[in-house]
DNA sequence: ATTTGTTGTTAAAATATGTCAATATATCTG
DNA sequence: CAGATATATTGACATATTTTAACAACAAAT
């Protein structure tokens, strides 16, 4: 695995425990960026597309919590929190957040980079972050292209945003209320037209969609084979 | 979510343990089997499609860990490892041969339902399908559609609540009422209606019934071959 | 500056679905 | 068998929902 691609971004107060982690995922081949709160933190992802986020829950301002909530609303970042050991119910409530793992201060850096790994395997295994497929339809996200039958088609924020969203869970209905706070489309009929928009990048006969279908009265689902 | 689709089999050569976690999963939704050595969930393993498993690590004869390994070198199934507490190392060692996530022993149950829905979420959702058949026509309630001699027909949300209820009792009179109460159409007569409709995607000849059938004065009843 | 393309919005057209009614068919009872 | 009752079928309808096409504002390109 080419991991000195991953760009990982390190959120703690404690400026010891941050630099150790920072130091220990360098040697591992990361690039990583660090964060002392959750505002510099957003500041950073506004400007860097980070692969992952390591988060400590506990600190001031906005809690990782509050953060993990907010972040993943929007965008669907993996992220790992670190709580205060034995907080059983503290973790649950992150992962019920949307957090992807947590990790029991102490631990050990090892058992860190198993979990960043983990997911770094399961994000390319799912297809979420860089290249995927829909049918025969070839997505590539980051260049915000969809190639089906040898034609190149361009997508844009929106679609990608929806895309990311509905690759996560295939299989899953999302109604339009959810598909609106994703692409920031406030008209439910505007979310129509985007799917029929998208229906014919990714399908090869749009008007028979296999892949993006209506679910009447409830929304949208996306197969991805 | 549908859990009650899952089927989770879980290995334990500690029957009280094996026991609790099935009465707590069974209580959640979904179908468990259980198996007390490597040897027996082999065998259940080549009879049902187990969407999960949950394997203790220290079990007489094969461990849980050569059971992972093995089981993920002929399939990609998912494994829920548990290990004795603190056993870092060991944990680290089950992630690195396959498994999907691991738990120490002793846990929270919220905290293994917690895994489970995550690893569902990721790694089953793309690859389930409620499939099944009637006859030869060939269902997809996730989809929503039947297919019958080559030709696809779409079905409904509330034809789809049918099917579901009435696949899982097969040869179970249901009553207009209960019907009515699974698919939310209050008049009878709608029902006769959506019968007729769908007689049409599932049988060859719809004017005589051979799946769908009539029980005069109670109802109707589903038969799968 | 003009053209070309993109994107969210809007309104009209098309489709899906539960209901109803009129008629046909099946099943039961005596 | 006849009559009574239950169920089936079909088409029409109203309503809700979805799709399509046209539009306007804006951005990018020439």
């Given amino acids: 695995m080419e991991k000195n691609k991953y760009h990982i971004l390190v959120v703690d107060d404690d ?6 982690i920072k130091q220990f995922l360098i040697e591992k081949g990361f690039i990583v960026s660090t964060a002392s709160n959750a505002n510099e933190a957003k ?3 506004d400007i860097f597309e980070f692969n992952l986020l390591v988060l400590d829950v506990m600190m001031p301002g906005q809690s990782g919590y509050e953060l993990t909530k907010e972040l993943k609303q929007s965008r669907n970042i993996p992220i790992i929190l670190l709580t ?3 907080e059983v119910e503290n973790r649950i409530h992150g992962l019920e957040l ?12 090892k058992e860190l980079l198993l979990r960043i790994n983990n997911i770094i395997k ?6 979420i ?9 070839e997505l590539d996200l980051n260049r915000m292209t969809i190639k089906l039958n040898q034609k190149i088609k361009k997508i844009n924020s929106s679609e990608k945003k929806v895309l990311l969203k509905m690759l996560a869970s295939p299989g899953k209905i999302f109604s339009r209320n959810e598909i609106g706070k994703i692409s920031e489309i406030s008209q439910e009929r505007s979310i129509d ?16 969609p296999k892949f993006l279908q209506t679910v009447r009265g409830s929304g949208y689902v996306l197969w991805i084979k």
């Fill in 129 to 137: 972050s860089l290249k995927s497929k829909i049918g025969i339809a």
């Fill in 43 to 45: 500041e950073k992802i």
């Fill in 98 to 109: 949307g957090a992807d793992d947590y990790l029991g201060k102490p631990f050990e850096p």
């Fill in 193 to 208: 037209v985007m799917i029929t928009r998208l229906r014919k990048k990714i399908e090869e006969d749009p008007k028979n």
């Fill in 122 to 127: 399961a994000n390319i295994k799912q297809n």
């Fill in 84 to 86: 205060a050991k034995g």
């Fill in 15 to 20: 400026d010891k425990i941050k630099n150790l």
